[in-house]
């Protein structure tokens, strides 16, 4: 059984998450990655394995499923 690496939590659940990456300024999307979820406090954990699949999705040659528009705001505090 693993921990959480921000909280300690030993519940996790699994689940499958969207993640945004930006990468040379362009935003990918990658959706329906497998991943634990702490229970506590949200932090979303990927096995070793997921995340050098991620990689070699994001540069390699892997055509994308779909394009979607993202609206911008620009934060003014």
């Known amino acids: 059984m693993s921990n959480c690496y921000n909280c300690g939590s030993d519940e996790l659940q699994d689940k499958f998450v969207n993640e ?12 329906n990655i497998p991943a634990q979820v702490c229970c506590r406090c949200g932090e979303i954990i990927f096995s070793s394995e997921t995340a050098e699949k991620v990689r070699l999705m994001i540069q390699g040659e892997t055509k994308p499923t779909k394009s979607i528009q ?8």
Do not use: P, S
């Open 20 to 31: 945004t990456f930006e990468i040379k300024g362009k935003l990918i999307l990658i959706e």
């Open 70 to 77: 993202v609206d911008v705001f620009a934060y003014q505090g």
